[in-house]
């Protein structure tokens, strides 16, 4: 039986791809949600010597643990702004470089990194971050391409999970048409790996908008943020 690892497992879309993972029969290792363990360096390393334990391999990575911060970058706390890209880039680095040499060895193994439309579109920290992840898995691909080793980003719009409120977020304004349902999500991610892609944007609706994202001018991606910030209120 093959084995997963799943950061940020316990609601979500982290919790979503649980659910799919053990109705494939998957024996299932689950890091919890709170980003605490990943931020701080010795669980990062505990996580990363538990994907390189030769022993016991991991067949399966999902890097999903992330959070946002609700402040702009120039009037928020940067320790809450480094906090978060020690999770969302220093995580997901040091824990793919755990995991992909053993699953070059084998022959076979995923990763999917969980990145954001977001990555696309300049709005913050959060959305650098993002950008980054997608980049990185990009890259990635090229690294492991003939090795049997298959990697995705996977970059998701606005989601129904906890995300927004854990963050102080207030979505109520959000048009209906914006939301994605995670197990969707997940589902699409499978399908996009067995196409081959190496980058899977779910819905129709931000299919189009990542499509925009990337022909139109950089100032007016930049209202479009703009204008998708106005529709969050932050909660007291």
Request: contains cysteine.
């Amino acid at each position: 039986m093959s084995t997963a690892l799943v950061t940020g497992a316990t609601a979500g879309i982290g919790n979503a791809f649980v659910r799919r993972l053990a109705a494939d029969r998957y024996d299932l290792v689950l890091v919890s949600r709170d980003a605490e363990r990943l931020e701080a360096l010795a669980g990062c390393r505990t996580v990363e010597a538990r994907l390189d334990d030769r022993d016991r391999p991991v067949d399966l990575l999902v890097n999903n643990a992330g959070f946002s911060v609700n402040r702009r970058f120039l009037t928020g706390d940067v320790e809450d702004e480094e906090r978060m890209l020690r999770v969302l880039v220093r995580a997901v680095l040091r824990l793919t470089r755990a995991a992909v040499p053993g699953m070059i060895e084998r022959r076979h193994g995923v990763v999917i990194n969980v990145s954001s439309v977001a990555g696309f579109m300049p709005q913050s920290t959060y959305s650098a971050a993002k950008a980054w992840v997608t980049s990185f898995t990009q890259g990635l691909a090229g690294d492991v391409a003939g090795t049997g080793v298959r990697v995705l980003a996977l970059c998701p719009g606005f989601t129904h999970t906890e995300f927004h409120e854990r963050a102080g977020i207030d979505m109520r304004r959000t048009p209906d048409w914006l939301w994605l349902d995670a197990d969707d999500v997940v589902s699409d991610a499978f399908a996009a790996l067995d196409r081959g892609q190496v980058v899977c944007v779910p819905g129709l609706q931000y299919k189009t908008i990542v499509t925009l994202a990337r022909h139109v001018p950089t100032r007016l991606i930049g209202s479009v943020s703009r204008r998708l910030r106005s529709t969050r209120r932050r909660t007291a």
